[in-house]
């Protein structure tokens, strides 16, 4: 059996059924593809506006591709109770909304309260009630530890890729057995998995992945969405 090459390119490979066939064509065109098959279409235009003051602030929302995939992991779930690091300007938060139950409550936390307004004001606009979201400002390691043990269904974690263990921690013991918890941007835009030397960010999400991988209480899964979402369900 041969496998596909780093490339995005391979030839032959032999399938589950024993016959070889060819794979034709370029994965990244296919990845490109499936990052933008989501739900994000012209006619949302909260999304499109939060996205354009996420694109002011110089911040970096998730790809639609992503969206779609918290959509539908909070769908999956039956999202009731969701926590969020790093609101941004409520990208993620209208996905994660979409797809948790009517009566869900997003909690979510940043440390900039500039940027949660502009969220608070996209919630909105797409229709969402206000007691739909718990905006808390501040930094997630002081905010987290005040949250309800157990009390959530999905945690997604989009803050700093630094504390992104710390994170894990607390989403362990914040997840009710069965839910998951989300990481974004572990690729690091090719660099988790380039040779080359890597600042402490990059190291820190080798060891993030290593961790839940080995971890007997995850059951993870790497979703090659937007720049990388490392999800895992913890065991019941
Ligand atoms: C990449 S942006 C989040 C984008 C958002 N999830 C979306 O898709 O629209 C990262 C956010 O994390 C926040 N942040 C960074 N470090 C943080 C920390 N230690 N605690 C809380 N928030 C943090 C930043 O202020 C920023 O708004």
């Keep these: 059996m041969r ?3 780093s490339s995005g390119y391979s030839h032959r490979c032999v399938d589950t059924w024993g016959q070889e066939r060819a794979i034709t064509g370029n994965r990244q065109t296919s990845w490109a ?13 909260a999304l499109l506006w ?22 539908l992991l909070a769908a999956a779930v039956d999202a009731k109770a969701v926590a969020e690091i ?4 409520g990208v993620s938060g209208l996905h994660l909304l979409h797809g948790m139950r009517p009566d869900g409550v997003l909690t979510t ?10 969220a608070r ?8 009630a206000g007691n739909r979201a718990r905006f808390i400002p501040g930094r997630a390691l002081e905010v987290l530890p005040r949250l309800a043990d157990g009390g959530y269904d999905l945690v997604f974690c989009d803050g700093d890729r630094l504390e992104y263990l710390d994170y894990l921690a607390e989403s362990l013991r914040l997840l009710r057995p069965g839910g998951v918890v989300c990481f974004e941007g572990v690729f690091a835009d090719g ?42 369900a913890r065991r019941g």
């Excluded at 790093?86 to 300007?89: C, K, M, P, S, V």
């Excluded at 936390?109 to 307004?117: H, I, K, L, R, T």
């Design 86 to 89: 790093g609101t941004g300007t």
């Design 121 to 128: 004001q996209a919630f909105r606009a797409a229709g969402f």
């Design 191 to 232: 660099r988790t998995v380039d040779s080359a030397a890597q600042p402490a960010e990059v190291l820190r999400l080798r060891e993030l992945l290593r961790v839940v991988r080995e971890s007997a209480v995850l059951l993870p899964s790497l979703l090659p969405v937007g720049d990388g979402l490392l999800c895992a």
């Design 33 to 45: 593809f499936a990052d933008a098959y989501g739900v994000e279409h012209i006619e949302d235009p």
């Design 3 to 5: 496998v596909p090459d």
């Design 109 to 118: 936390v940043d440390s900039d309260p500039e940027c949660q307004q502009f």
């Design 50 to 71: 939060a996205r354009d003051r996420a694109h002011e602030a110089g911040l970096r929302s998730v790809s639609s591709g992503t969206g779609s995939a918290l959509r």
